[in-house]
């Protein structure tokens, strides 16, 4: 029996739902742009007018919403919050749902170690991962390009943040298998999980009310790679690469280690 195979036939129902979520979201978002392009700089001045609680909820920080690479990285903000939910809830799921669907002992009777197990579950969820954000990847670019009414390419923009996103998608993918690996209770592991990510993100948009909270910046995600960093090209800050691969491997590795040890529900 072929755990990967298995896991991405199983995958394929959700990915298709959730890259049609992703489609509505970016066409949907672009398309205001389209309807508001007129405009022109009232829409700076109507942004910067807001209190800054709606700045922060609404993602705009220092971006030029005239310009088609600014208002997408708006859009980007809610893509990431998107994509992440679907790594976590991913990772929390595909190692969890065996003792939740009383199916592990007939998958751990078969010749095959635990080991062996979660690498496939874990390998299956990475392909589930690049597939959304190469299809994000993809609709984002033919929006932003659709509406570009200049002869500026935005194609390494997007690249850049599909790169800072995909780290994150790992990060909380990650965190799901992590967690769910470890509790006795598989059933929430996944409300945990998500749990977890909704703190982070409420963190990051604490920061953006209060510049004094910058020092926690670490502590969430969220800040690792921000749109108006990216795009103003700053881009990646190394020490923010740099945990986050030491993030993915100790949770990765703690997620063989708990699930070879902890005793299953079945």
Not at 58 to 86: A, E, K, N, Q, R
Not at 210 to 237: M, Q
Not at 241 to 265: C, N, P
Request: hydrophobic share 50%.
């Amino acid at each position: 029996m072929n755990v990967f195979i298995r896991e991405l036939k199983a995958l394929r129902k959700s990915l298709v739902i959730w890259c049609l979520g992703i489609l509505a979201m970016v066409a949907g978002g672009m398309s205001k742009y389209g309807a508001t392009e007129s405009s022109g700089q009232s829409i700076n001045d109507l942004m910067a007018s807001m209190p800054k609680a709606m700045q922060a909820i609404m993602g705009t920080g220092s971006l030029d919403l005239t310009t088609v690479s600014g208002y997408y990285g708006i859009l980007f903000l809610y893509l990431i919050v998107m994509t992440t939910i679907h790594a976590v809830m991913l990772g929390a799921n595909i190692i969890s749902k065996e003792e939740r669907d009383k199916t592990a002992e007939f998958l751990l009777v078969k010749p095959i170690s635990r080991k062996q197990v979660i690498f496939s579950k874990w390998m299956a969820s990475l392909v589930a991962i690049i597939v959304l954000n190469s299809v994000t990847f993809l609709i984002s670019h033919l929006m932003v390009d659709y509406y570009n009414k200049t002869d500026e390419s935005y194609l390494i923009e997007i690249a850049e943040l599909m790169g800072g996103m995909f780290i994150l998608q790992l990060m909380f993918l990650s965190l799901g298998t992590s967690v769910a690996a470890s509790i006795k209770h598989p059933k929430r592991a996944a409300s945990i999980s998500t749990a977890v990510l909704l703190i982070a993100f409420f963190l990051s948009m604490a920061i953006d009310l209060n510049e004094n909270l910058e020092i926690l910046s670490v502590f969430t995600p969220f800040k690792y790679y921000e749109a108006k960093d990216i795009i103003g090209g700053t881009g990646y800050e190394a020490i923010y690469i740099t945990v986050s691969i030491l993030l993915v491997v100790a949770m990765t590795i703690y997620t063989f280690i708990a699930y070879e040890k902890r005793d299953l529900h079945i």
